[in-house]
């Protein structure tokens, strides 16, 4: 699998795609994009330049960025396919027989699919080994996190080679190493909305208070390490060995009353109307403070050498 990558293909313009081609532009990388909506091909120049603006990049980097509504003509000559198109499996299958077609067979055809794993279509493709998941984390030019996951099928080398590639685009890549509904970082999240989700239905806490406490508290530590390396320092000397001794009992008891909320139109009309009233219209505003805010963190996490923690050794 090729492991120089000169020219990158992204396979649909929105919000994702937009993030994908913008590293790429800011690492100096080719970019050609795909979409067959004009609309989507028509806004996609004005947030590519947002998201350079936002990378510290060169504005002139769009010089490099081609656009085309025919997948196939966009990744005729790339060397590294990222794909961003519908999260519907018989949309992803007919597309990755396409860019199999159109694409030397070394190159990796990477889905940005957040829940999908790559057996569902890989087997459309005539070069099944290529094909995986390169799953991003919103906003995927800002945030470094991209899930890699196999198939069936996926060879090692592929793996590898997008490892790599991830890592050459300021990326912090993982292996996910079973096909899961949701990988891994999606499915702990989801444990925390729906224990979230019913405590506010319950009555225990208002919206705009669990955000706080999260922010505030936990979220705070999270941002720099992960859950299980922060219960390590929280247990002193004796670190997790000693947390799981004396706290794991209790914690047991606390996974025995978690609850299982129905997902009741009450419910939905409860969370909306609590985050209505927590943003107060303000979200264009939040959203900006929170992107700068992100891209102040990871310099200071950087500063801090804490960017390097994690991840297999």
């Known amino acids: 699998?090729?492991?120089?990558i000169d020219t990158l293909a992204?396979?649909?313009?929105?919000?994702?795609?937009?993030?994908?081609?913008?590293?790429g532009l800011a690492h100096g990388l080719r970019v050609s994009a795909a979409d067959p909506s004009a609309a989507a091909l028509g806004r996609l120049p004005q947030t590519v330049a947002r998201n350079l603006?936002?990378?510290?990049?060169?504005?002139t980097a769009l010089d490099r960025l081609e656009t085309y509504d025919d997948p196939a003509a966009a990744v005729a000559e790339a060397d590294l396919v990222l794909?961003?198109?519908?999260?519907?499996?018989?949309?992803?299958?007919?597309?990755?027989?396409?860019?199999?077609?159109?694409?030397?067979?070394?190159?990796?055809?990477?889905?940005?699919s957040s829940g999908l794993g790559p057996s569902a279509f890989q087997d459309a493709c005539g070069h099944p080994e290529r094909v995986l998941v390169a799953h991003p984390f919103n906003p995927p030019h800002l945030v470094p996190l991209v899930e890699v996951v196999g198939g069936r099928a996926t060879s090692e080398e592929a793996i590898a080679a997008t490892m790599t590639a991830m890592n050459g685009l300021g990326r912090r890549p993982v292996r996910v190493r079973a096909e899961l509904p949701g990988h891994v970082v999606n499915r702990l999240q989801a444990a925390l909305w729906r224990e979230a989700y019913d405590l506010v239905r319950r009555?225990?806490?208002?919206?705009?208070?669990?955000?706080?406490?999260?922010?505030?508290?936990?979220?705070l530590r999270w941002a720099l390490l992960g859950p299980i390396a922060t219960q390590h320092l929280s247990g002193g000397p004796g670190g997790l060995a000693h947390v799981l001794e004396h706290l794991g009992p209790p914690m047991v008891e606390w996974w025995a009353d978690l609850g299982e909320p129905e997902f009741t139109a009450e419910l939905r009309q409860q969370l909306v109307d609590g985050v209505d009233s927590e943003m107060g219209g303000r979200e264009a505003d939040v959203l900006g403070r929170r992107d700068g805010?992100?891209?102040?963190?990871?310099?200071?996490?950087?500063?801090?050498g804490l960017d390097d923690l994690g991840g297999e050794r």
């Not at 699998?1 to 120089?4: D, G, Q, S």
């Not at 396979?11 to 993030?19: D, H, L, N, T, Y």
């Open 10 to 23: 992204v396979v649909g313009a929105g919000s994702i795609g937009g993030s994908w081609v913008a590293l």
């Open 53 to 59: 603006v936002e990378l510290g990049a060169d504005e």
């Open 83 to 112: 794909e961003a198109g519908p999260e519907r499996v018989e949309v992803k299958r007919e597309l990755f027989a396409i860019l199999d077609g159109a694409t030397a067979p070394d190159v990796v055809l990477a889905s940005s």
């Open 1 to 4: 699998m090729r492991t120089t």
């Open 203 to 219: 009555g225990a806490i208002s919206v705009a208070d669990l955000d706080q406490a999260v922010a505030s508290g936990p979220g």
């Open 293 to 304: 805010a992100l891209r102040e963190l990871l310099e200071l996490k950087a500063r801090a």
